[in-house]
């Protein structure tokens, strides 16, 4: 009788642990129901209050290739069919002396920007000229992605590091060293995007001296590289087979290239900063837009097929680990760079002294056409 008492209480035991289990596992799927509903619901509130507004809003996105966004564009408009956007792409540099502009004259175009220059926002918010707002999944942001206060958010992780032709890598790319492109085979054969025309190309640079020194830096100069302003065309270089190799650079480098993030090699990421004007012109277009962006399925749709998401919830590329398991990166390293203005120009010059000046008309915007408030309605 004890024993199959002792059998019934065992089995009891098992049943009431299995129903315990799936009332977790059915709990944790509708708060994960509930949560995607959520932000739909959010998202659908905000299109009621920017149609109301008048339904449009325009963003300054940095960018260094026409049209490199309009992809963004084209589906926000898609999902939100009443609103009007101009998603104006320019280097960055660009964008921040625009948006002082017309602050300074007090005719503001720009209802929100996403920048590299991390310098900018905390100098806006310290101004106040940056409107508080969470986006829909703004607690679901790294914190090193996010001002603690609400007044900028990161929108997605920007990586930086050499791109090299796959064949000239070694068997495990993990492997693959700066000082492999010192080696005869490059000589003639490298394309960078100029340092001293990117503040994040410069940071990688940076890194690069930091490790092996300026006789480096000298030494591959004698390599003989072409330099072109803008990313893209560096990295295009390498994935047309023209070229080797690359650096402190990122895109889409397939057929011929590949994006190292070597393990005795530094490279460059960051959260691109996003963030809303007080005085926009159409401030709820611009929380619609900055909440899409920001919300776990555009995330997911639109970030995380090519670099890292902002979001805790939202699993990386294919072949990416998530980004806090890198120890040769730092997301605040760059942003600490940009902080400090005389700094950073101090190494630019240096730079220049071995790259030469710049040269070549802006890459985002080669007709000159843009001006001082594009994208104005």
């Known amino acids: 009788m004890k024993s199959s008492s002792r059998n019934r209480r065992k089995a009891l035991g098992t049943a009431v642990a299995t129903a315990l289990a799936l009332t977790a596992v059915s709990t944790t799927a509708i708060a994960q129901s509930r949560t995607a509903t959520s932000e739909n619901d959010q998202l659908q509130a905000l299109y009621k209050a920017a149609k109301a507004e008048g339904g449009k809003v325009t963003v300054y996105i940095g960018g260094d290739a026409p049209g490199q966004w309009d992809s963004l564009a084209a589906s926000f408009t898609k999902q939100f069919p009443d609103m009007k956007i101009n998603l104006v792409t320019d280097l960055s540099k660009y964008h921040n002396a625009r948006i002082d502009n017309q602050l300074a004259t007090h005719h503001l175009v720009a209802d929100a920007a996403i920048l590299q220059t991390a310098q900018d ?14 986006p829909v999944g703004w607690d679901k942001v790294f914190a090193n992605a996010k001002d603690k206060d609400g007044y900028y958010t990161g929108v997605f992780y920007g990586a930086f590091s050499y791109v090299v032709n796959t064949k000239q890598l070694p068997s495990d790319p993990s492997d693959f060293k700066g000082t492999d492109l010192l080696k005869s085979q490059y000589k003639n054969k490298l394309i960078f995007t100029y340092p001293n025309d990117d503040d994040a190309v410069l940071f990688g640079f940076k890194q690069i001296v930091d490790q092996y020194g300026w006789g480096y830096l000298a030494k591959l ?8 302003r803008g990313t893209p065309y560096s990295t295009a270089g390498v994935a047309s087979g023209k070229y080797l190799a690359t650096a402190a650079t990122a895109g889409p480098p397939p057929p011929d290239g590949t994006q190292v993030f070597a393990d005795s090699e530094r490279f460059n990421t960051w959260a691109q900063r996003g963030a809303i004007f007080k005085k926009a012109p159409h401030k709820a277009g611009a929380e619609l837009f900055m909440s899409w962006l920001n919300s776990k399925a555009t995330q997911k749709s639109a970030v995380a097929t090519w670099t890292w998401s902002v979001r805790k919830d939202v ?8 980004l806090s398991t890198y120890k040769n990166t730092d997301p605040d390293a760059f942003v600490k760079f940009m902080s400090n203005r005389a700094a950073v120009e101090r190494f630019r010059s240096q730079v220049e002294l071995y790259v030469g000046q710049v040269k070549g008309a802006d890459p985002a915007d080669p007709d000159n056409t843009l001006g001082r408030t594009p994208g104005a309605f």
């Not at 100069?221 to 330099?227: E, S, T």
């Open 221 to 228: 100069m004698a390599q003989n590289p072409d330099f072109v």
């Open 121 to 134: 926002f905390d100098r806006w918010k310290k101004q106040g000229d940056l409107l508080k707002y969470k």
């Open 315 to 322: 699993t990386p590329p294919n072949g990416l680990k998530p």
